[in-house]
């Protein structure tokens, strides 16, 4: 009779506390099976746990917990109730909350570094966020099992999730920044690279600095000129002298590290044709043989009216390249137009592309992933800084966002992970004695 009593005393006891309402619920909810065919009705209902049940979730709900992670994970299965179910709800929703934000924060700079990948750049660049987001959720989860034996594991989970996030952190600012901001990023990144050559805001001494060397190529380029309009070309040989006068005339280096003016000028002027020479010397700092003022104006006017990325497409089309893809002149005040040259007069024109080349059509966007991120870190570090609140405002609110999640998630998740009822949860003693319970109570018979 003890063995009853002992039995429907537990039930009742179960049953008649308000603090245990959790597990009536649950029990309602539960699984079980009845068995018509037995004779004893003690046995006919038998209670079918979960481990029992062959449940599968769908790849929805098991990406679903891959990034909002059940606070039910947080703790192990010997030991549980309703406070402490909230608690860990509430820690593991803070985490995924703080792993989510800085995956949305970083995810520009990870398509960034993807965007060599062509049109692989977009699911690799998602792939990457979703497993940095599912690692650091796992090393959170692992870290809250500090039972013995498992502390200095889950002290070092606990450091992969602070040393993660403390990364993800720096970066959110900066892909905040690509997010909102890559027009500007853009323009800043061709404005340094038009004030490293040189090119940008030219005073007008920089003009004077090529005249002696324009008015001698200039010299040398017509004197030639007038040799070829000496010369007989109705004949073979006279054809013959024209053409290698005007390719000592028009003379380029064959194989320059790119085209850029001041590069040819700098270190190729010995290979250079007179009439090369005064053409580059022209485009480079508007020196005419007449009216040298008015082409400095015109080319101020340029400056002013322009934005840097396409100044940098006219004044330097070899490095506007080398850092940037699409049409830099598209809304812009001028419009390009080619011509041709009678081929003749032994000049050439090539265009900068062929027709619907990818390069050189659509918006203008990055050549490199690699310069968008470092020119985002820089110009959001060096605002940071000088506390240049208002240029970075919305990248700065995420970036502190990220701080004050990142930093709380850690604290919670050490301060949980000390909690006695979490440890209990996971206790080796606690499962054998409540196995040997559960097990006393399924043999039992009135």
């Not at 020119?375 to 240049?388: A, H, L, P, Q």
């Amino acid at each position: 009779m003890a063995e009853k009593f002992d039995k429907e005393d537990l039930l009742n006891w179960i049953e008649t506390q308000p603090e245990l309402s959790f597990i009536r619920d649950q029990a309602k909810r539960t699984f079980v099976s009845y068995d018509t065919n037995e004779e004893d009705v003690n046995k006919r209902i038998n209670v079918i746990g979960r481990n029992e049940l062959n449940i599968k979730k769908s790849f929805s709900q098991k990406l679903f917990d891959l990034i909002w992670v059940p606070g039910r994970e947080l703790r192990g299965k010997c030991y549980s109730d309703e406070s402490l179910d909230k608690k860990l709800s509430a820690a593991s929703s803070l985490m995924s909350f703080s792993t989510i934000w800085d995956m949305v924060c970083t995810f520009p700079v990870l398509f960034y570094l993807a965007k060599g990948l062509q049109a692989l750049t977009l699911p690799a660049a998602a792939g990457a966020s979703l497993l940095i987001l599912a690692m650091s959720n796992a090393a959170g989860k692992f870290a809250m099992d500090r039972n013995k034996g498992n502390k200095s594991l889950a002290t070092f989970l606990l450091f992969i999730f602070f040393i993660l996030s403390l990364v993800k952190t720096a970066f959110s600012g900066v892909g905040l920044e690509l997010m909102g901001g890559s027009q500007r990023l853009k323009n800043l990144k061709a404005k340094e690279i038009l004030s490293q050559k040189g090119l940008l805001k030219y005073e007008r001494q920089d003009t004077k600095a090529f005249e002696q060397l324009y008015a001698n190529a200039n010299s040398e380029c017509n004197r030639l000129a007038d040799d070829i309009s000496r010369i007989n070309q109705g004949t073979t040989s006279g054809q013959r002298e024209a053409r290698k006068i005007r390719q000592l005339m028009y003379a380029r280096p064959k194989n320059p590290t790119n085209n850029d003016a001041t590069n040819l000028l700098t270190n190729y002027s010995t290979e250079l044709g007179p009439c090369t020479k005064r053409d580059l010397i022209s485009s480079l700092t508007g020196v005419t043989d007449q009216n040298q003022a008015e082409s400095f104006s015109n080319l101020t006017k340029l400056e002013d009216a322009l934005s840097p990325l396409a100044l940098l497409y006219i004044r330097s089309r070899g490095t506007y390249y080398a850092n940037f893809n699409g049409n830099a002149l598209k809304g812009e005040p001028v419009k390009l137009n080619w011509f041709t040259i009678d081929p003749n007069l032994g000049i050439t024109v090539d265009r900068d592309c062929a027709n619907n080349d990818e390069k050189c059509i659509g918006p203008v966007r990055w050549a490199s992933g690699n310069d968008a991120i470092r020119t985002s870190t820089i110009d959001f570090y060096e605002k940071v800084g000088r506390r240049d609140i208002k240029s970075i405002g919305a990248s700065l609110i995420g970036f502190i966002i990220s701080i004050i999640l990142s930093a709380t998630a850690v604290v919670l998740l050490f301060n949980t992970s000390n909690n006695i009822k979490v440890r209990a949860s996971r206790s080796t003693d606690l499962n054998i004695k409540r196995n040997q319970i559960f097990t006393k109570l399924r043999t039992n018979k009135k």
